[in-house]
């Protein structure tokens, strides 16, 4: 998918040092500070996008950002306070509809796998740089984010899913020459890597009309006649 993320100022409110917030109402400093931190979680993760974590430096944020680097020390302390926190505020919030819906699916798996593939597409129109952030940190040998899919999402999507194509199996439901682990890569296989390669089966293709609309319909209708669902 083309890069979208929408660019970022040049310059952010209250380059000086936000006061520590003290009880009572919130301030207008308070929301100043807040605005700013978000507005460097999205210069962190276009960097992270173009650049790769290992590649990106707080240098590289800052001036994206158009701050200094102590601006980033100031409300993230450390590199790795930074990749933690783009992890926490905005990668894995990002990622909870999807996994809400899955779980809401409940045994259901023609619900499960539309849960999903309906989840992920909606994800990656909301959130265009989920796609090559996870290619490139995540699939990739050496991502610094791999460990993060293992631990914290896999249990949560991968593993549940797994168990209910392999109940369904058992009750004749699903094609039983199927493997139930690798239908979950299967539906990752036809809804984020069609999205991080866009740009070059557009171009292939001379598709640039298509999007992700576009690949989750085709997704749910392959999976549907594949699964043999009953």
């Known amino acids: 998918m083309a890069d979208s993320t929408p660019p970022l100022p040049s310059a952010l409110p209250g380059e000086a040092r936000v006061a520590r917030r003290g009880p009572g109402r919130p301030s207008a400093l308070d929301a100043d500070a807040t605005g700013q931190r978000t507005t460097l979680l999205r210069a962190a993760l276009d960097c992270y996008v173009r650049h790769g974590v290992s590649g990106t ?15 980033l020390h100031y409300h993230f302390g450390s590199r790795d306070g930074l990749l933690d926190a ?22 259901d798996v023609a619900a ?9 597409c909606a994800v990656i129109q909301a959130h265009p740089w989920l796609p090559p952030l996870w290619v490139r940190e995540v699939v990739s040998e050496g991502g610094a984010l791999r460990g993060l899919l293992v631990e914290r999402i896999a249990p949560t999507v991968a593993q549940t899913l797994a168990a209910r194509f392999a109940a369904a199996q058992a009750r004749g439901q699903v094609n039983p020459d199927l493997d139930p682990r690798l239908l979950m890569v299967s ?15 557009r171009q292939v293709f001379g598709a640039d009309e298509l999007g992700i609309e576009d690949v989750r319909v085709h997704a749910l209708t392959l999976l549907d006649r594949g699964l043999e669902l009953k």
């Open 86 to 107: 783009v992890v926490e505020e905005q990668l894995l919030p990002a990622l909870l509809p999807m996994q809400e819906a899955v779980q809401a699916a409940g045994e």
């Open 112 to 120: 499960s796998v539309a849960a999903l593939v309906n989840g992920l």
């Open 187 to 201: 539906l990752i296989g036809l809804t984020m890597f069609p999205a991080a390669g866009a740009p070059i089966w």
């Open 57 to 71: 430096t707080l240098r590289h944020i800052a001036d994206h950002a158009g701050v200094t680097p102590a601006t």
